[in-house]
Each structure stands twice: as C-alpha cells, then as structure tokens.
C-alpha cells in the first residue's frame, strides 16, 4: 500500500527565503506526482505535476524534482511572499493492478511572514 | 470554463437519511474520483472510477457507493450517513494512463451528519 510522507509538517520563514519542502513516498511505481497548495477552508489549486520519467518541473518561482528510485520529491520555493502562505499537499498516482490509485500526504503548512 | 462542480456545498443531515453528492466534470475526463478530508489524516481517496460503468475502492470506501452511468457525472452516495462520515468531501477528474493527467478538483462539499 502506498504511504505519502510530508516533512516538515509545519514552517515558518520571514519573507524573502528560500525554502523547501519534502514529500516522501514507498511504492516507486508511480505515474505522476502532483503538488498543490490548500488556502484554509477552501479547494486545491494545483501547482505542479511531474510524469514519473521526468526529473523535474518548473512554473514561476516553483521548482518540483522528482527521485523516482528513491521515493522522494523536493518542492523548492524561492523569493517566499506572505501569499504563499497556505498548505502543500504532494499527491502520488500509482499503478495498483491496472487501477490508478491516489495517495495524498498530510501536507505542510507554511507560514511567510512579512 | 474547465471546471469540475460539486452540489451541494454545504450539507446538514440526521443520521440514517440518504444523501447524495453530485459531481460533475466539462472536460471530457474519463478517471473520476473522490476523497474526504479531515484533520490530522489528510485526502483520502473513497472511490475512483477509470471510465464509464468501471469503479473501484479506495482506501476508505465502507459507507459510501458510487455509480458512473455517463463520463460527465460521478455521484457520491450515502445510504445511511453516520456521525463519522462528517467531513470535506472532494471531487476530482483527470486524463488516466500515463498521459498527463493532472487532477481537477471541485470547489468541495462540506458535510455534517448529527
């Protein structure tokens, strides 16, 4: 069974920092990855998707790797403004006997303060 | 406009009383999903479905049904909702396969069973 792990749970940084955020997972046949960020009480906005032959994937001030081998993908996040304030989730799409499930981690709620 | 709808957003109810959650997606996707969130375990996803009249569970699918009777539509159903149900419920739509199929989520049903 697929298990999505994000680490740190919880971040605080003064804006302007760069900073980076982790996202684990155990079963490597994946299809894709997907970030997305959650604003309090409302949907996900997607940010990011990476296909599992890609290394990585970039939009604006947000760069997303993918280690397929070692179950790990990296959100990188430079110049941090107050609007960036809100929970990442990272989303893994596996191959479970011709299905495609979905896990989700917890996420990581991130703090910029002005 | 692409967009995924949920109806209703916002639902209070008794414990026992049927309900459905509709869902329903413009972009033509075949692979349907949805998920409940609560604090602390994060998305789940409940039931999934890769094209028309093929569904399967996720990883909490005891109390609900679905049925996906035409691609545009993805009911959730609760034949006899209980406290423990109460949660954010999510839908979602994607290309399947290996293509690039990022998830689409809906704005999000909010239910409470008392």
């Known amino acids: 069974k697929q298990e999505v792990t994000q680490i740190p749970a919880a971040l605080s940084v003064p804006e302007g920092e760069n900073l980076v955020l982790n996202c684990s997972f155990t079963?490597?046949?994946?299809?894709?990855l997907q970030w997305f960020r959650q604003d309090p009480g409302k949907g996900l906005t997607s940010l990011l998707l990476?296909?599992?032959?890609?290394r990585e994937q970039t939009s604006g001030r947000l760069n997303a790797s993918l280690d397929k081998s070692s179950g790990r993908s990296t959100l990188y996040i430079a110049a941090s403004q107050p609007g960036d304030s809100a929970t990442y989730l990272c989303?893994?799409?596996?191959?479970?006997?011709?299905?495609?499930?979905?896990?989700f981690g917890i996420g990581t709620k991130l703090q910029v303060i002005p | 406009e692409a967009q995924v709808t949920q109806n209703p957003r916002y639902l209070i109810t008794v414990t026992g009383k049927k309900l459905t959650v509709t869902c329903s997606q413009n972009?033509?996707?075949?692979?349907m999903s949805w998920y409940r969130q609560d604090p602390g375990l994060g998305l789940r996803q409940i039931y999934y479905?890769?094209?028309?009249?093929?569904?399967d569970k996720g990883d909490v699918p005891e109390g609900y049904k679905v049925s996906r009777k035409e691609k545009r539509n993805f009911p959730l159903i609760l034949e006899s909702p209980s406290p423990n149900q109460t949660s954010l419920y999510f839908c979602a739509s994607s290309l399947p396969g290996t293509a690039y199929n990022e998830q689409f989520f809906g704005p999000g049903t909010r239910l409470t069973v008392l």
């Open positions: 989303a893994v799409r596996t191959n479970s006997g011709g299905y495609q499930k979905v896990t």
């Open positions: 972009m033509n996707h075949e692979y």
């Open positions: 990476i296909q599992s032959s890609q």
């Open positions: 479905s890769m094209n028309v009249e093929v569904t």
């Open positions: 079963d490597s046949a994946i299809y894709n």
